[in-house]
């Protein structure tokens, strides 16, 4: 196991599109692969590929490749989803609803098994089979199915109290999809913010100066 040190963030973010390069070769038909066709799938270079890829140990051989099945469990372990990491959503929203019907999550080993809302009417229901908990809820149940990442998708004044919940309840990784920042959780969590505003005007400026 390399030491987290030398895995810089930007580094495990390009791991993850290794997996899906991976994924689409082995969907080709393929069973290994070469650090060229990973990189061409992600336009990243094949250098930069392989430096990232030798950061977890030596799979590539002169001639032949990468096995495309020992490298993406490889990768899977690195990034802890070698086994299904059991996910929170706090707020029932649409695009909570939108979250849980991504079939992208369960493929990539996170299963959604819990939701806590503060609307009266919304708890004791299900949702896909879902259990809708009050927010009140959330230490016990967290505790009880070993729930330690949530995607917080609440209205922005919300957002910092449901912050809190999270870490109260034992939570360790919130993604938030609010457009609230500026909550420092303490050094044994992290918040990560999804913004679609700001992709889009980072997509709107290469067009504009493109």
């Given at each position: 196991m390399p030491s987290p040190e030398k895995i810089t963030p930007r580094v495990v973010e390009r791991f993850s599109e290794?997996?899906?390069?991976?994924?689409e070769l082995s969907f080709e038909g393929k069973i290994s692969a070469s650090s060229a066709q990973i990189a061409s799938k992600i336009g990243r270079s094949p250098d930069l590929v392989r430096k990232d890829l030798a950061l977890i140990g030596s799979f590539g051989k002169r001639g032949v490749g990468y096995d495309i099945d020992e490298l993406d469990d490889a990768i899977r372990t690195i990034l802890g989803i070698d086994k299904r990491r059991r996910v929170a959503l706090v707020g029932f929203g649409q695009l909570g609803q939108s979250l849980i019907r991504y079939n992208g999550l369960s493929e990539s080993?996170?299963?959604?098994?819990?939701?806590?809302?503060?609307?009266?009417?919304?708890?004791?229901?299900?949702?896909?089979?879902?259990?809708?908990?009050?927010?009140?809820?959330?230490?016990?149940?967290?505790?009880?199915?070993t729930i330690l990442l949530a995607i917080v998708a609440v209205p922005a004044e919300n957002a910092h109290s449901a912050f809190q919940q999270c870490l109260d309840a034992?939570?360790?990784?919130i993604l938030n999809f609010t457009d609230r920042t500026g909550f420092n959780p303490p050094p044994h969590a992290k918040i990560l913010n999804v913004n679609i505003a700001v992709e889009m005007e980072s997509l709107s400026y290469f067009l504009k100066h493109s």
């Open positions: 290794y997996l899906r390069a991976l994924a080993g996170f299963e959604v098994c819990a939701i806590f809302e503060i609307d009266r009417k919304l708890i004791g229901n299900r949702f896909e089979e879902i259990p809708i908990y009050s927010a009140e809820q959330m230490p016990e149940i967290c505790e009880k199915e034992g939570i360790r990784g």
